[in-house]
């Protein structure tokens, strides 16, 4: 019995090396435009409108297999809102975001031209916000694109998401309501390490 425990871990251990070194691991920069909204309900009379603005990431692809990756990105992101009131007086409540994406990246295709797919939470500290809005958010990523290979160990691509915040962090700013939800394309180029 200890022998057949024994192979059975030596086993696993073998194929978890095989996984393990399997060297598609990819480090790159992307950067892009946002349109940011929210579910806030503005006071009476007033109107929301949407907040164009940048965002920007570094990352780290570990590929697990073929086709599947672990990408934790770090980067920038700027959100929020304007609400325009009665008097034609705007407001901007921003929430300009650090964010942390542990995204899983699902590729489809091996030759240059491959689309995927990915999703993932993202945990958010504010840098910039409007008035009385909270500081942290955790956001949810779901999006795709298409990366274009020119080698084996260079590429570029263009991803949108969709970046829907789960937390209202309304906190004392005297909207109703307010959880982020942001549209994003971004361009950005990779290289194997």
Known sequence: MKRFRLSLILSLLMLASQGMAYNSNWIGLQVGPVLSNSSAVPPTGS????????????FYDYGLSDALFLRPEFGFR?????????????TLYAFDVIELPLLLILKFGSGHLNPYILCGPAPAYAIKKGAGLSSFDVGFHLGGGLEYLFSKDFGVFATTRLIAGLFDVVGSSGLNKFQNVTFSFTFGFQFRI
């Open 47 to 58: 109107v929301q409108s949407s907040r164009m603005g940048i965002q920007g990431y570094i």
């Open 78 to 90: 700027q959100g929020g809102i304007n609400i325009t009131d009665a008097s034609g007086a705007k």
